[in-house]
C-alpha cells in the first residue's frame, strides 16, 4: 500500500502529539495557539498550486485525499523547521488527464541525464490542461503531482526552475491563454515522501541569488548519475550531508518522517534569525552553550567561525527532540565547513560539507561529535581546535580555541 501504518497512525491518532510537538518546536503552546483561530496571520503562508495529472495508459495509484494528506504533513514540517515562520498551503486541480501516454513525458532517473525537452513538454501539457479552471496568479509556484509510479516516470521527484531547467529561467512558460507560470514549479510521482517533497519544493521557495541556487541539492551530483536509485547505490552520492538534511537525501528510513534540516539549510531560507547565530573569532578562545537546533526559544541554535571572506564552520547541536530529529542516523555535535564560493555539489565540490567524528561508520552516520566518545575536533591549517566541555541536559558547552 502507498500509505504505510505508521503514516495512517500518525494521521489519525497521533494528530494531537504532533501538534504538540510542532507547537513547541515552534515556540508556541497548544493553549496559546487555541486562543488564536487566526494564529496562521503570524506566519508567511506560501501558496502553491498542486495540479493532479493522469496518463491515458496508466491507473491511478492515489486519490486526491492522499494527495492532501501529503501537503498537510509538508505544512507541519515547515512550521517546525521555520519555528513557525513559514507555513506551506496548497489548493488541488484535477485531476487532468494529459494528452500523450506516460512514455512521452518519462525520463531518466540520473539529474544529469534527464532529457530537459521532456521536462518542458510535461509542464507545458499540464499547464495547458489545468489553464481554464485555474487563475494562476493567486499562487507563488506550482506543484505537478503525476498519478504515476516512479519507476514509470523515471523519478520520484525533481525541481523543474530552478532545477532540471536551469538556474535562469530562459523558458518562460505561458499557459494556452496567457497565463504566465508564476514562479518555480516542482515535479512529484505516488511515491514521494514527506522529506521528497520538502527537498524540491525548498529549490523552489529558495530560488537563486547571485546566479546560484539558495537551497541547493546537497548529495554529488556526478556520483548519482551513476547511481540514482536507493537499489542502485544512492547512498554513495552522499558524500556531503549524509543523512542529516533531506536536501541531501529524503529520509533516513523510508518509513519514518524525514530528520529536520541543518543549521545552514536554515539559515539560506532565512528560517534561523541572526542573533540565534553566535559569531566566534577563530584567534579568540571562546566558550559557548550550544542549545539543540529543535530549540527554538534557545538563546543559541549555532555557532559561526569565519575562516575567510567565503568559508566559515558552522557548529549545530543535533539531539532526538522533536517529531522529526528524532529520526537521525545519531546525536550529538555536529560541525559543518562551508564555502561560499561553490554553487552545486559537483565533481567532489560543495556548499557545506560535515566534518566526520567517526570516519569509520559509512555514509556520516558517524559524523555527530559526543561525550564520552568523540570530544575534540582540530583543524591544524586554520590553527583552529573545537572542544566539548560539558554536556547539560541536551545542550553543549563548546570551546573555541587557537591551537596554539
Same mark, same amino acid.
Given at each position: 500500500?502507498?500509505?504505510?501504518?505508521?503514516?495512517r497512525k500518525w494521521l489519525v491518532t497521533g494528530l494531537l502529539g504532533m501538534l504538540a510537538a510542532f507547537f513547541a518546536g515552534a515556540g508556541f503552546s497548544v493553549a496559546e495557539a487555541q486562543k488564536s483561530p487566526n494564529s496562521e496571520s503570524a506566519l508567511e503562508i506560501r501558496k502553491g498550486l498542486v495540479i493532479l495529472l493522469e496518463f491515458p495508459d496508466v491507473a491511478?495509484?492515489?486519490?486526491?485525499?492522499?494527495?492532501?494528506?501529503?501537503f498537510n504533513k509538508l505544512d507541519f514540517y515547515v512550521r517546525e523547521m521555520s519555528y513557525g515562520k513559514v507555513g506551506a498551503s496548497v489548493d488541488l486541480a484535477g485531476w487532468y488527464r494529459l494528452p500523450q501516454s506516460i512514455k512521452s513525458y518519462a525520463i531518466s532517473p540520473a539529474n544529469l541525464e534527464v532529457d530537459k525537452s521532456r521536462v518542458v513538454k510535461l509542464i507545458q501539457d499540464a499547464i495547458d490542461a489545468a489553464d481554464s479552471s485555474n487563475d494562476f496568479s493567486r499562487y507563488s509556484y506550482?506543484?505537478? /503531482?503525476?498519478?504515476?509510479?516512479?519507476?514509470?516516470?523515471?523519478?520520484?521527484?525533481?525541481?523543474?526552475?530552478?532545477?532540471?531547467?536551469?538556474?535562469?529561467? $530562459?523558458?518562460?512558460?505561458k499557459t494556452k491563454s496567457g497565463q504566465d507560470l508564476p514562479g518555480g514549479v516542482a515535479i512529484f510521482t505516488a511515491q514521494a515522501h514527506l522529506g521528497t517533497l520538502f527537498h524540491d519544493i525548498a529549490h523552489v521557495w529558495g530560488g537563486v541569488r547571485d546566479g546560484k541556487r539558495v537551497a541547493p541539492c546537497l548529495?554529488?551530483? $556526478?556520483?548519482?548519475?551513476?547511481?540514482?536509485?536507493? $537499489?542502485?547505490? /544512492?547512498?554513495?552520492?552522499?558524500i556531503n550531508m549524509g543523512y542529516w538534511d533531506p536536501l541531501s537525501c529524503h529520509f533516513y528510513?523510508?518509513?519514518?518522517?524525514?530528520?529536520?534540516?541543518?543549521?545552514w539549510t536554515k539559515i539560506r531560507l532565512g528560517w534561523l534569525a541572526p542573533e540565534k547565530v553566535k559569531l566566534v573569532d577563530p584567534r579568540q578562545t571562546d566558550e559557548v552553550v550550544l542549545s539543540p537546533l529543535e530549540e527554538g526559544g534557545a538563546e543559541t541554535l549555532a555557532i559561526k567561525i569565519p575562516l575567510t571572506e567565503s568559508t566559515y564552520y558552522l557548529i549545530e547541536n543535533r539531539q532526538p527532540l522533536?517529531?522529526?530529529?528524532?529520526?537521525?542516523?545519531?546525536?550529538?555535535?555536529?560541525?559543518? /565547513? *562551508? $564555502?561560499?564560493?561553490? *554553487?552545486e555539489c559537483r565533481q567532489g565540490k560543495t556548499p557545506v560539507k560535515l566534518m566526520n567524528a567517526r570516519p569509520e561508520v559509512p555514509y556520516l552516520q558517524g559524523a555527530a561529535y559526543n561525550l564520552p566518545g568523540a570530544a575534540r575536533f582540530v583543524d591544524e591549517k586554520n590553527n583552529l581546535e573545537i572542544t566539548l566541555v560539558e554536556k547539560i541536559g541536551n545542550a553543549y558547552k563548546l570551546r573555541i580555541a587557537p591551537l596554539r
Open positions: 500500500m502507498l500509505m504505510s501504518g505508521f503514516w491511478l495509484p492515489i486519490n486526491q485525499q492522499m494527495v492532501r494528506e501529503r506550482v506543484v505537478l /503531482f503525476l498519478g504515476a509510479q516512479f519507476r514509470e516516470y523515471g523519478m520520484v521527484g525533481l525541481c523543474g526552475y530552478p532545477g532540471m531547467l536551469g538556474w535562469h529561467q $530562459d523558458i518562460k512558460f548529495y554529488d551530483h $556526478d556520483i548519482q548519475a551513476r547511481h540514482p536509485t536507493r $537499489d542502485s547505490g /544512492f547512498a554513495a552520492a552522499l528510513k523510508s518509513q519514518l518522517p524525514p530528520p529536520g534540516i541543518s543549521s522533536g517529531m522529526f530529529d528524532s529520526h537521525l542516523p545519531g546525536h550529538g555535535v555536529l560541525i559543518l /565547513f *562551508a $564555502d561560499e564560493r561553490v *554553487a
